[in-house]
DNA sequence: AATAATATTGGAAACTTTTCCAAATTTATA
DNA sequence: TATAAATTTGGAAAAGTTTCCAATATTATT
C-alpha cells in the first residue's frame, strides 16, 4: 500500500540497506547514489514508517506525563515546559490526568512495560506499592519514593519559614497555616514541619487545618478553617486553589487584608492568569520541569543521575502582607 | 532479553500463534492449553510488546493535541476533556504546544505520515497551504478550513450579539469590541461581523480594535483601546487573557464598573484559574472537546461525519454588568 | 601494473507481533 | 465403528525498518 524502503531501493536501483543509510545520511554512501536514492524518495513520495523504525530500535522516543489534573495553572505551566524541554531532544510527550485515580498511575507503567513510551514524569501520585516502579524509568517532583526514583523539588522548607517569618516581623501574633496534606511522602510536607517549628521558635500556638482533601472541597476546608481560627491575623496558605479561595472568603467575611490579616501563599500567583496581586513563595517551575525532564532522559539512557534537586523559590511581595 | 511471544509458547510447548490467540483472548482455544500458556505468561513474566503490535496492526492508537500553549484556561480545559474521551476509545493523547509557531503543525503532520499518530486535533493553527492536510486524519476547533475537515465551534455570532445587546438595554450608549483577530479562517471572526451589525442596527458609531497579535502584547493594545475610546460604557472583550487585562487597566484607570463601564466577555470565566466575577460568554468546552474527538476517531476509521458542528453557549451574570 | 588499503554496496537476518492455511485432534452423526 | 463436521493447533509469512557481513568497486602505494 504505501510506499516502503523496498519499493524506494528497486527504483533506485540499489539495495535496501543503501536506501536506509541515505534516510539516516551516514557518511559512508556515494554521491552519485545518494542523488539517485533522493530522486527515488520524492519521485515515490516515501516517508518513513516509524513504527517499523521504533521497534527495530526498540525506543518509542515517547514520554508520559501524570499530572493531577491539567486544568491547573501549575500543572498547565510544567506541562507546558515539560514538552517544551522533552522537544529538545526529539521527544513527545503523552499526556495524563490521574483525576486522584491510583488506576491511571498503573496504566502509565503498563505503558512503560509494553514499551509503548519510553518512560515517565510522575508529578503527584498515590500509589503505594512500588515494586515494578523501581524497574521503569520514572522521576518524579516533589514526591519522595525510594531510592531508585530522582526527584525535583523547591526549598518547601526554608521559604515556608521565611514567609512565616516575614509576617511575624510585620507585627502578626496569630499565625495560621492551612493546606492539603498529600497522601503520600512528598517534599510538601516541609511546609508542614517548618510551620510547627516557626512556631515553637515563636512560643506561638498552632492553628492549622492540613487534611488530606478531594478536589472541590477548597471551600469546605476555608471555612472550616476561618471559624476554629477566626482571631488568626495571618495566615500561611498552601497551594493556589486553596491561596484563591481563602482570599475570597476572607474579604467576603469582612476581614481587612493584610491591615487585619496578612496572607503569603505557596504558588498563589500566575501573573498570567489572575489579577490576585498575592504576596507568594514562587516556584522554578519552568526549571523544575526542564530538570525533571533531563532526568528522564539520562535514566532511560542508564545514566547516573542524582537523587534529589532542590530548586530555589522567589519570595515575591504582593498587596497580602504589610 | 525480553521474553517474547517465542519464549512463551516454547516454556507452554505449544505454538505461537496459540500464545498469540490467548493473549487476545479469541474463543478458539482449548481450556487446558489456554491454562497451559497463562500459566507461562506469569512465570517468565511477559508483556506484549506493543511496537510490535502497532507495527502489524498499522494503527498507534495515538492522537496528537496541538494548541497555541497549553498555560492557558481554555486550552487547558480543552485537553482535559480531550484526554478523558480519547481515553474512553482507546486513545492516548500527545501534547504539543505550537506557541504560534507554524513549524509545529508540519511537524504534526510528518508525525501521522509516518505513522506515529494515528490523527489531529488541531485547535487553531497558521498554516496556509492545505493540500497534505486533505490527507491526513484531521479534525478542528473554530477554524474553518477547505471541506475535508470537519470542525466544532460555538455560536460565536448569535452569543456576541446577545451579549451586546445585554448592555445596551441596561443603558450602554457607546459600545466597543476589543479582540484578537485570528491569523486565518475561523469562526471566532463572526464576533466581529456580530459586533459590527449590531452597531449598525443600533445607529451606533464604531469602536473597535482587533488586530492580530502576540501573546503577551495584551497590555499594550488594551491600553491602547482605551486611549483611543476613553468614553465607552460598555466593552464586548473576546477572550480570557485580554478580558483580565482590560479588567484591571480600567479599574486602574478609575473606571467604575458596572456603573460607569459595562464589560461582558467571551470566556472570561475560569473558575479555577481566577477569582474574576465577569459576566461572560461561556463556551461549552467539555462537549467541544468530547465531539472533536469522536469527529476524529470516526474520520480515523473513515466513517463519514458532519463537516460543521455548532454548540451553544452560555451566558453567564456576573458583577460586570448592570 | 600489481598489490594493498579503503570506500561503497547488496541483501539476509533480526526485531516481535498477528494472521492465515493446512494439519491434527476432538466431537457428533449415522 | 466409520465417516463427517467442527474445533483446535502449529508454524510460516508478513509488517517495514536497521544492522551486520561479505562482496565488490574504487583509490592509493610501490
Redesign the interface.
Known amino acids: 500500500m504505501e510506499t516502503t524502503i523496498k519499493d524506494v531501493a528497486k527504483y533506485a536501483g540499489v539495495g535496501v540497506g543503501t536506501v536506509s543509510r541515505v534516510i539516516n545520511n551516514e557518511k559512508a554512501v556515494g554521491e552519485k547514489t545518494r542523488k539517485k536514492v533522493l530522486e527515488a524518495m520524492k519521485a515515490l513520495n516515501y516517508?518513513?514508517?516509524?513504527?517499523?523504525f521504533?521497534?527495530r530500535k526498540?525506543e518509542?522516543r515517547?514520554i508520559a506525563?501524570l499530572v493531577p489534573?491539567?486544568?491547573?495553572?501549575f500543572f498547565?505551566?510544567l506541562?507546558?515546559y515539560v514538552?517544551?524541554e522533552a522537544g529538545k531532544f526529539g521527544y513527545?510527550?503523552?499526556?495524563?490526568?490521574s483525576q486522584q485515580r491510583v488506576e491511571k498511575e498503573t496504566e502509565i507503567i503498563?505503558?512503560i512495560?509494553?514499551?509503548?513510551v519510553d518512560g515517565a514524569v510522575f508529578v503527584t501520585h498515590y500509589m503505594h506499592e512500588e515494586e515494578d516502579l523501581n524497574k521503569c524509568p520514572i522521576v518524579s517532583i516533589d514526591r519522595t519514593f525510594g531510592d531508585n526514583i530522582p526527584y525535583v523539588t523547591s526549598d518547601n522548607y526554608d521559604a515556608t519559614k521565611k514567609a512565616l517569618k516575614y509576617m511575624i516581623e510585620r507585627g502578626a501574633k496569630r499565625v495560621g497555616f492551612i493546606g492539603s496534606k498529600p497522601l503520600v511522602n512528598s517534599e510538601v510536607l516541609e511546609r508542614e514541619r517548618a510551620y510547627l517549628d516557626v512556631m515553637a521558635e515563636y512560643n506561638m500556638p498552632i492553628c492549622m487545618v492540613n487534611e488530606v482533601m478531594q478536589h472541590g472541597d477548597e471551600k469546605v476546608v476555608v471555612a472550616d478553617f476561618l471559624e476554629k481560627y477566626a482571631d488568626v491575623d495571618g495566615v500561611f496558605v498552601s497551594g493556589y486553589?486553596l491561596s484563591?479561595v481563602f482570599?475570597?472568603a476572607a474579604i467576603k467575611l469582612g476581614r481587612k487584608i493584610p491591615d487585619d490579616l496578612q496572607i503569603v501563599s505557596y504558588d498563589g500567583i500566575?501573573k498570567?492568569?489572575?489579577?490576585?496581586n498575592m504576596t507568594s513563595v514562587e516556584q522554578p517551575i519552568e526549571e523544575m520541569a526542564r530538570e525533571v525532564v533531563r532526568l528522564l532522559i539520562k535514566k532511560i539512557h542508564n545514566e547516573e543521575t542524582s537523587q534529589r534537586t532542590v530548586l530555589n523559590t522567589q519570595f515575591v511581595l504582593g498587596a497580602t502582607t504589610k
Do not use: C, G
Request: hydrophobic residues 40%.
Open positions: 516517508s518513513r514508517n516509524n513504527m517499523a521504533k521497534l526498540n518509542t515517547i506525563l489534573i491539567i486544568n491547573h495553572p498547565a505551566k506541562a507546558y514538552e517544551d513527545s510527550v503523552i499526556l495524563v490526568s503498563t505503558k512495560m509494553h514499551r509503548e486553589t484563591q482570599y475570597e500566575f498570567q492568569w489572575s489579577m490576585s
